[in-house]
């Protein structure tokens, strides 16, 4: 029933979301000023949905037949989102974040692709449907600029 291609995108999409989870809760704990509130308020929107994008990625890999991964060190050899540094000034998060979400659109675009291919349309959904929504937390943290 697996189909490594697949899989192998869900994983990276998997360390992807956490990394920018941890990395957004981190920034909604530690920003500060003018524009405090709105920000914290953001990212704690971001990053809640973040946390059921998490779960959800982690049963599409158990449904495919894999293990899904769930170390700090799995998640780190497999992500392209920068850490971060809770001393940022709050511009500089919101600059950081908003690469994040583009990063993270390309893997999901990769993902996407690989599940058209095999003809998995559950996997090539979600995808999408993750896709529209960091193309939006993309676009709002590029307005908050």
Known sequence: MTNKPV?????????????????TQNYHWNVEGPNFR???LL???????????IDTTAELIRGLGEKAPG????????????????????DQMVKELTEDQISIQ???????EAAQQAG???????????LTVHRKAAWMLKSSL
């Open 71 to 90: 170390t700090f060190d799995a998640y780190t050899q497999n992500t392209s989102i920068k850490p971060g540094n809770e001393n940022a000034p709050a």
């Open 120 to 130: 998995d349309e559950v996997v090539a959904g979600f995808a999408i449907e993750r």
């Open 7 to 23: 899989v192998d995108g869900l994983k990276a999409v998997l360390a992807d979301s956490y990394a920018l989870y941890v990395k």
């Open 38 to 40: 709105t920000l914290h």
């Open 106 to 112: 390309k893997t999901l675009q990769n993902t996407l």
């Open 43 to 53: 990212f704690e929107e971001q990053y809640t949905d973040l946390a059921m994008a």
